[in-house]
């Protein structure tokens, strides 16, 4: 019952403080969509797809096709290796650099970058995330052809790897969304508009109901005063 009495006070204050709350809820979206809109750029991400080719194998020796296939399944785990490490990196960043005019570091390179490819997948998606859509498919081109170069150097073949799809630039951002932020803030800013009238009903140590009246003073009422204007 007292938890009841309670629950109906808080609805009492809500009803009667609700401009609180929107004034809160308005204020936490409005900065969310400064921080959305003027903070926060966008980024665009853009992908270059490459293919490790399968080594021919013109004989049929049981023992030879035995070889071919470790030798290709230690080129792919090869492949694999080279994203951990800075050499197809710093091969783009040089490339960059020398065509493209773009002054992108190695370690800022394994930044924007993300290479994924499946288990036992000879396809590698390589994704670049730049300020700008043009740059970020320059920067997945030229990690594509460092990738090809660095691994046709390894194995002294240049048809090892194959770009099967060059990056093209993206009109639309895709780190960024706005109106998702502008929604959080506005959550967050009407709860923290709830919690100001929860707290300033606690701060209020003063009794609203005789209800009240009686569980405190654990003795009946017998009568209420009121005031009327004359």
């Not at 670049?128 to 920067?139: N, Y």
Request: charge should be positive; charged fraction near 15%.
């Amino acid at each position: 019952m007292e938890n009841l009495l309670n629950m109906k006070e808080l609805m009492v204050s809500l009803r009667r403080s609700w401009w609180l709350a929107l004034c809160t809820l308005l204020l936490g979206a409005a900065v969310a969509a400064g921080f959305a809109y003027g903070v926060m750029k966008p980024a665009y991400s853009s992908t270059a797809l490459t293919v490790v080719n399968q080594q021919k194998n013109n004989t049929e020796s049981v023992n030879q096709m035995l070889n071919q296939n470790q030798y290709d399944s230690e080129l792919l785990a090869t492949s694999k290796s080279l994203f951990k490490t800075s050499a197809v990196f710093d091969e783009a960043s040089a490339q960059l650099l020398k065509k493209d005019n773009l002054n992108i570091s190695s370690g800022d390179l394994q930044k924007q970058v993300k290479v994924d490819n499946e288990d036992n997948s000879r396809a590698f998606s390589i994704h670049a995330t730049a300020k700008h859509s043009k740059d970020a498919a320059l920067i997945a081109n030229e990690m594509a052809a460092a990738f090809q170069k660095t691994i046709s150097a390894i194995t002294n073949h240049n048809d090892t790897v194959t770009i099967l799809a060059q990056a093209t630039p993206s009109s639309a951002a895709t780190s960024t969304k706005p109106m998702f932020i502008i929604v959080l803030g506005a959550v967050v800013g009407f709860l923290i508009g709830l919690a100001w009238i929860v707290l300033r009903e606690i701060k209020k140590a003063t009794i609203k109901t005789k209800e009240t009246l009686g569980q405190i003073a654990n003795a009946p009422v017998l009568g209420v005063i009121t005031l009327k204007k004359l």
